[in-house]
């Protein structure tokens, strides 16, 4: 018997065939769904897992801060955060002495500063200043405590934070010693961010604090409080007080030659010793001196010397203006006080 042609079989309808491909579509994503759900169920079983072996292996706060401090020099700094911070949780209780939890502290404050997290970074800095006691168990603890110190000093992103950095940089400085070597360097960060707000007064009260520990330095130290005098003497001339720059810069002058200082120090002082005593008309003075900073630049070299011999040959020309018309105005006031010729009859 002849099979039946395709033409003579049932054909389905198109409502059929509409409604096949619909139950089709729909197991696909049902499948889909089972699938991606199935994947789900083990990424969130492996995490569990990881994280419960992570706990397993960090069984001691030791190994905790070994693992997150790992994770910290790969480069993975959330995971890092997170480490610590499940570390501070899990340990605070049972081990609350432990000077790896302020290490812990400190490093999450770090991290998130690094990732300008200001707000969060704060939250961690204020937990910090209870942990005094703990620095001497822990030498480790004060150069994380430093290494946060030094990156509040540098987070100079917000203008609206800069000055609070600083702070926070000081105290941190002045938490690990109240003798810390670099509190100097605080001060006079400070003093510089506040002449450049037109505080010239809270600027040099802040100078006074880095030059009074800049004095107890060895000679073979001394060029900071040079620099710091030199400093002091160009706020005062900022702000007109001439007397008070001109002794800051023979004081910044002694001590260079005293000790020995580079040539460059030392001819910058007798340039601003100079300016100062222009400024107060004392131009035979600032002549002198300005010489005398030339023969010194003229032993070193650079971009700055070149700045500075530019500028003081500037000075230079407009002293010599100066001191001819105080030369000329005083010749006047001399012929007005000399006595009339008497004429003869």
Same mark, same amino acid.
């Given at each position: 018997?002849?099979?039946?042609?395709?033409?003579?079989?049932?054909?389905?309808?198109?409502?059929?065939?509409?409604?096949?491909?619909?139950?089709?579509?729909?197991?696909?994503?049902?499948?889909?769904?089972?699938?991606?759900?199935?994947?789900?169920?083990?990424?969130?079983?492996?995490?569990?897992?990881?994280?419960?072996?992570?706990?397993?292996?960090? %069984?001691?706060?030791?190994?905790?801060?070994?693992?997150?401090?790992?994770?910290?020099?790969? =480069?993975?700094?959330?995971?890092?955060?997170?480490?610590?911070?499940?570390?501070?949780? @899990?340990?605070?209780?049972?081990?609350?002495?432990?000077?790896?939890?302020?290490?812990?502290?400190? /490093?999450?404050?770090? +991290? !998130?500063?690094?990732?300008?997290?200001?707000?969060?970074?704060?939250?961690?800095?204020? /937990?910090?200043?209870?942990? !005094?006691? @703990?620095?001497?168990?822990?030498?480790?603890?004060?150069?994380?405590?430093?290494?946060?110190?030094?990156?509040?000093?540098?987070?100079?992103?917000?203008?609206?934070? !800069? *000055?609070?950095?600083?702070? @926070?940089?000081?105290?941190?400085?002045?938490?690990?010693?109240?003798?810390?070597?670099?509190?100097?360097? %605080?001060? /006079?960060?400070?003093?510089?961010?506040?002449? =450049?707000?037109?505080?010239?007064?809270?600027?040099?009260?802040? *100078?006074?604090?880095?030059?009074?520990?800049?004095?107890?330095?060895?000679?073979?130290?001394?060029?900071?409080?040079?620099?710091?005098?030199?400093?002091?003497?160009?706020?005062?001339?900022?702000?007109?007080?001439?007397?008070?720059?001109?002794?800051?810069?023979?004081?910044?002058?002694?001590?260079?030659?005293?000790?020995?200082?580079?040539?460059?120090?030392?001819?910058?002082?007798?340039?601003? +010793? #100079?300016?100062?005593?222009?400024? =107060?008309?004392?131009?035979?003075?600032?002549?002198?001196?300005?010489?005398?900073?030339? #023969?010194?630049?003229?032993?070193?070299?650079?971009?700055?010397?070149?700045?500075?011999?530019?500028?003081?040959?500037?000075?230079?020309?407009?002293?010599? %203006?100066?001191?001819?018309?105080?030369?000329?105005?005083? =010749? !006047? /006031?001399?012929?007005?006080?000399?006595?009339?010729?008497?004429?003869?009859?």
């Amino acid at each position: 018997m002849p099979l039946p042609s395709a033409m003579a079989l049932p054909q389905a309808s198109t409502k059929e065939e509409a409604e096949r491909s619909k139950n089709a579509a729909t197991m696909v994503q049902v499948q889909d769904r089972n699938a991606n759900a199935l994947s789900k169920l083990k990424a969130t079983t492996n995490a569990t897992e990881t994280e419960r072996a992570t706990k397993l292996k960090a %069984s001691t706060i030791k190994d905790a801060f070994k693992l997150a401090d790992s994770a910290e020099t790969q =480069g993975q700094e959330q995971e890092a955060i997170s480490l610590y911070k499940d570390l501070l949780e @899990r340990f605070s209780k049972t081990d609350p002495t432990n000077p790896k939890l302020p290490r812990a502290e400190a /490093r999450i404050a770090r +991290l !998130h500063l690094l990732n300008n997290e200001y707000d969060k970074a704060n939250t961690y800095y204020d /937990r910090l200043l209870k942990h !005094h006691q @703990r620095l001497d168990e822990d030498p480790e603890l004060m150069v994380d405590l430093d290494d946060l110190s030094n990156v509040y000093q540098k987070f100079t992103s917000s203008k609206e934070h !800069h *000055l609070d950095c600083l702070m @926070r940089s000081l105290s941190i400085r002045n938490f690990i010693n109240p003798k810390h070597p670099h509190l100097p360097e %605080s001060y /006079r960060l400070i003093a510089n961010y506040l002449l =450049g707000q037109g505080d010239s007064k809270q600027a040099l009260a802040w *100078l006074d604090k880095a030059i009074a520990v800049d004095r107890t330095y060895p000679r073979q130290k001394k060029s900071k409080l040079v620099e710091d005098l030199q400093l002091k003497g160009n706020i005062f001339l900022q702000t007109n007080k001439v007397q008070e720059a001109e002794s800051a810069f023979s004081e910044s002058l002694k001590i260079s030659v005293e000790n020995a200082c580079s040539d460059m120090l030392v001819g910058q002082s007798y340039l601003y +010793l #100079g300016l100062a005593q222009m400024k =107060g008309a004392k131009h035979k003075e600032a002549c002198e001196n300005f010489n005398l900073a030339k #023969g010194r630049l003229r032993q070193t070299s650079g971009e700055r010397t070149k700045m500075l011999s530019g500028y003081l040959e500037a000075s230079i020309k407009e002293n010599e %203006s100066q001191l001819k018309e105080q030369t000329r105005k005083a =010749g !006047h /006031r001399e012929a007005r006080k000399a006595p009339a010729p008497r004429v003869n009859r």
